[in-house]
């Protein structure tokens, strides 16, 4: 089961699909192994940008028992839903697949404190003992969560185990939260998002690892260890060798295409494809992409 030490990197994990759009289970076998060789900690499937929205119901009971049959990893399943109903429904399967947690993002309908309060109460509630994961990524629902409302959170909620931090700007709320868990609030854990575009300092303000999909899932494990022994020069230096090509895969609604064709290509997915709605790189991104990566594999031999 998911609990405050969780740590590492939680790769979130992208749904393969055929060229025709259906599910690629097979994909799913050779993405659970690619991440695992390339030592992530955990797994986050049904994410935002695992496309989870664009799924059936069945099809998502389907990613979950793929995923979690393929790894003994802990993994977490996103259940967001409009309802209650339709959340309950599917954490109740995937924790009966094995899935050791679950995570949650507000509902775009929420705008005062006490709504936010109101609804992690009662998903925690509706929950029962299934650990939960608190999903703060205000650019994407447009719910903005304080850190006075987040304690508040984990105080009355106390299956609320994890912190995914996508915040921006949002490296002093980490700090906050560390200071207050400190002073003798509840400490959760916090792994951050934001395609790791900020992860040499969130670890420095407190955060336990990432949370994120970016396409070399080991620029992440890389920056954490070396963060975890104490050498913040080597952890920028890793950092540093993959920005260029971090930036390029950050790009608002084109990212996810930039990942799935670099995961393609290094043979964790057998296709590129996005989902409709969703586009695909065309010619002259495909060759944008290469150039950034070859010349972050020049950058890597000299590390």
């Known amino acids: 089961m998911l609990d405050e030490t969780a740590a590492g990197v939680f790769t979130i994990a992208v749904t393969p699909f055929l060229p025709d759009g259906a599910l690629d289970l097979d994909s799913i076998d050779t993405m659970v192994d690619f991440y695992v060789s390339h030592r992530c900690t955990g797994l986050t499937i049904l994410g935002m940008m695992g496309e989870a929205g664009k799924l059936s119901a069945d099809e998502s009971e389907a990613v979950v028992r793929r995923v979690v049959a393929r790894t003994d990893l802990p993994v977490v399943v996103g259940v967001s839903a409009p309802g209650f109903a339709a959340m309950t429904a599917l954490a109740n399967t995937a924790m009966d697949a094995g899935a050791a947690g679950v995570m949650v993002a507000p509902p775009g309908n929420l705008r005062t404190d006490e709504q936010i309060l109101g609804y992690y109460r009662t998903t925690a509630q509706m929950l029962g003992r299934i650990p939960f994961v608190l ?44 200071a207050a868990s400190d002073a003798g609030a509840r400490r959760i854990s916090i792994l951050t998002g934001n395609g790791g575009l900020f992860l040499p300092e969130e670890m420095g303000r407190g955060a336990d690892g990432a949370m994120t999909g970016f396409g070399f899932p080991e620029m992440m494990a890389d920056v954490v260890a070396a963060h975890a022994a104490g050498d913040m020069d080597r952890a920028r230096d890793i950092f540093d060798a993959y920005l260029p090509y971090a930036r390029y895969e950050s790009q608002p609604g084109l990212g996810l295409a930039v990942r799935k064709h670099v995961l393609a290509g290094r043979g964790a997915i057998a296709h590129s494809t996005v989902r409709a709605p969703g586009g695909n790189l065309n010619p002259a991104g495909k060759a944008e992409v290469a150039a950034l990566l070859a010349r972050q594999s020049a950058r890597l031999a000299t590390l």
Not at 143 to 170: A, F, N, R, Y
């Open 135 to 178: 999903q703060d990524f205000p650019l994407v629902t447009g719910v903005q969560i304080s850190t006075k409302v987040i304690l508040q959170i984990i105080e009355d909620c106390p299956t609320c185990v994890m912190l995914k931090h996508e915040d921006w700007p949002g490296l002093d709320k980490i700090s906050m939260l560390r």
